[in-house]
């Protein structure tokens, strides 16, 4: 894996009515800043088993002129030292132990796993809520720009099952399928992004899904979030969580998705699947109604 560090992520957050500042932006918040602020890869099933089907950088500020002698502010420390990641606070510490436990329940315990640092920090204003930064075999961070209470079920369930996958999957796979995985743990959110969805969908806004996977690159209209949370969303209502992550494994493995959805979904290739997908959307998006694989 090139050695050059990479920031995957960049995550917008969910606007409130009290949220004067914020404007609407593809479903996502961005939010204004005030005019006085200071001023931004585990192993496929054997056999075909039929799976259960489930319920479900920073823009530093100005740095202030100093007076000689002046007394710089202390460097942020990690006084909480766990296998799988180091963090500021026992809180935070034990919140994301459970998440990290919950993703092995669903997907898998990867094999190999590297600590990494997550860190809490003050919001910028700049409409970034976190990211998580690979460079080499690991993850080198986890950064999160919301309190620990407004994180939990978004931000940091989605910025923690990217370095969850980086480590199951030995890889930093394809975007769309990325942000698809993370989003789809963001479980306060999911009812809104359905929604989101559903509204982009039939507004004609969603690209064809050949076109979103492999691209690897952001597009402005944040398609690759929507439908990438909404395709996992299917995938996941036809196999159950282990499924996918097996599929995944196959794909990161193949590099062949047409194959790898044949042998897991049933599906000749990405347009097939695109088809059966957008029955889904249409038909509300309800996991309970969805045709589990046999």
């Avoid at 994301?96 to 997550?118: M, N, Q, T």
């Avoid at 690159?217 to 097996?246: K, M």
Wanted: hydrophobic share 35%; proline share 5%; charged share 25%.
């Amino acid at each position: 894996m090139k050695q050059l560090l990479q920031i995957i992520l960049i995550e917008l957050l969910l606007a409130s009515p009290s949220d004067v500042n914020a404007q609407w932006f593809g479903g996502w918040r961005y939010v204004a800043p005030s005019p006085c602020a200071n001023g931004q890869c585990s192993t496929p099933p054997k056999t075909k088993e039929t799976p259960k089907k489930e319920d479900l950088k920073e823009d530093s500020d100005p740095e202030p002129q100093k007076e000689p002698g002046a007394t710089l502010p202390p460097i942020e420390t990690l006084s909480v030292n766990r296998e799988r990641f180091a963090a500021p606070s026992l809180e935070i510490a034990d919140a994301c132990d459970k998440i990290l436990d919950r993703l092995e329940a669903r997907y898998g315990k990867p094999r190999v796993w590297r600590s990494f640092p997550i860190y809490f920090r003050r919001y910028t204003g700049n409409g970034v809520a976190g990211y998580t930064q690979y460079g080499g075999s690991g993850v080198v961070e986890v950064v999160v720009y919301e309190t620990l209470e407004n994180s939990v079920g978004g931000t940091l369930d989605h910025e923690l099952t990217h370095a969850f996958f980086f480590y199951l999957l030995n890889s930093n796979f394809d975007l769309f399928l990325n942000e698809g995985l993370a989003q789809n743990s963001e479980y306060r959110r999911r009812e809104s992004l359905r929604q989101t969805v559903y509204r982009r969908y039939s507004n004609g806004e969603f690209w064809s899904l050949d076109r979103l996977y492999g691209r690897n690159a952001y597009d402005s209209g944040l398609l690759i979030y929507h439908e990438g949370f909404s395709v996992v969303d299917f995938l996941i209502a036809r196999g159950g969580s282990i499924w996918i992550a097996a599929f995944m494994d196959e794909l990161v493995k193949t590099n062949d998705v047409n194959a790898t959805l044949a042998r897991f979904y049933g599906y000749r290739n990405i347009q097939e699947l695109q088809t059966a997908w957008e029955r889904y959307v249409e038909g509300g998006q309800d996991r309970q109604t969805v045709r589990a694989i046999r």
